[in-house]
């Protein structure tokens, strides 16, 4: 080359071996405290009455009657959301396993010859807020991962 040059080397090794070690992970660890956030976050999605999307839940009759709380009444359909981390570490499922959440989270045709139409109210979800602070999780654990690993 004729003429200013200029010669750039990276010596990669360093990074190389970081990403590496990355793959030591306990991503066990982090799918956990995902899982719980956002069992957390259906719990308090109830507790204020709002859906998924930060809407208000359309009152139940009961609600509306007793001066209680949709979906609230003695709190198993609240409590009964919960998580697991999959065995081999690969992820989390987050759910209920209450009979009635299905038809309460999407709405339909409910009672003794589906007299009854019940409006969505989805509270299970992960919104905009909700993906910051599991991007959060995930950049903690590799920051404690990263600073672990380069202890003596």
């Given at each position: 080359?004729?003429?200013?040059?200029?010669?750039?080397?990276?010596?990669?090794?360093?990074?190389?071996?970081?990403?590496?070690?990355?793959?030591?992970?306990?991503?066990?660890?982090?799918?956990?405290?995902?899982?719980?956030?956002?069992?957390?976050?259906?719990?308090?999605?109830?507790?204020?009455?709002?859906?998924?999307?930060?809407?208000?839940?359309?009152?139940?009759?009961?609600?509306?009657?007793?001066?209680?709380?949709?979906l609230i009444d003695r709190g198993h359909l609240r409590d009964s959301y919960t998580y697991k981390v999959f065995a081999d570490g690969s992820?989390?499922?987050?759910?209920?396993?209450?009979?009635?959440?299905?038809?309460?989270?999407?709405?339909?045709?409910?009672?003794?010859?589906?007299?009854?139409?019940?409006?969505?109210r989805p509270v299970l979800g992960i919104d905009d807020d909700d993906a910051q602070e599991i991007d959060a999780i995930v950049f903690n654990?590799?920051?404690?991962?990263?600073?672990?690993?380069?202890?003596?």
């Open positions: 080359m004729a003429g200013v040059q200029l010669n750039i080397n990276i010596d990669d090794a360093a990074f190389k071996a970081g990403l590496a070690n990355l793959q030591n992970i306990d991503m066990q660890g982090v799918f956990d405290a995902i899982g719980r956030y956002l069992a957390d976050q259906v719990s308090h999605r109830l507790e204020q009455q709002v859906d998924v999307k930060g809407k208000p839940l359309k009152p139940s009759k009961r609600a509306q009657k007793d001066g209680g709380k949709t992820g989390v499922e987050v759910g209920s396993d209450a009979v009635y959440a299905a038809i309460h989270h999407f709405g339909g045709e409910a009672g003794r010859h589906h007299a009854v139409t019940l409006p969505a654990a590799v920051q404690r991962h990263l600073n672990q690993a380069a202890r003596p």
